[in-house]
Nanobody, 118 residues
Framework: QVQLVESGGGLVQAGGSLRLSCAAS???????????MGWYRQAPGKQRELVAA???????NYADSVKGRFTISRDNAKNMVYLQMNSLKPEDTAVYYC?????????WGQGTQVTVSS
């Protein structure tokens, strides 16, 4: 029903920046237009964790570990969500997944690798 494709991952040095993008396609609208788009990440040997999320009304929230460094935004006209990552740390290394939640479904992208070197 909904397809999500992430892009923008790569290898960066600590302190650097990266901008992730997620393109959504398909049936992304519900009757009430209630949805949350977000970014999760999963490092080897660890559980997937929420990084940032933004609801349809525009209110963002962040994991404590990235607060002040990452910024999530969405462009509803383009059906895109972004994650601007600044001051990257080696512990940010993970596969980052785009997520789209509605009352009718929960959708995931395939992920994009982010590697931060010291």
């Amino acid at each position: 029903q909904v397809q999500l494709v992430e892009s923008g991952g790569g290898l960066v040095q600590a302190g650097g920046s990266l901008r992730l993008s997620c393109a959504a396609s398909g049936n992304i609208f519900s009757t009430l237009k209630l949805n949350v788009m977000g970014w999760y990440r999963q490092a080897p040997g660890k559980q997937r964790e929420l990084v940032a999320a933004i609801i349809s009304g525009g209110s963002p929230n962040y994991a404590d570990s990235v607060k002040g460094r990452f910024t999530i935004s969405r462009d509803n006209a383009k059906n895109m969500v972004y994650l601007q990552m600044n001051s990257l740390k080696p512990e940010d290394t993970a596969v980052y997944y785009c997520n789209y939640k509605t009352v009718a479904g929960d959708y995931w992208g395939q992920g994009t690798q982010v590697t931060v070197s010291s």
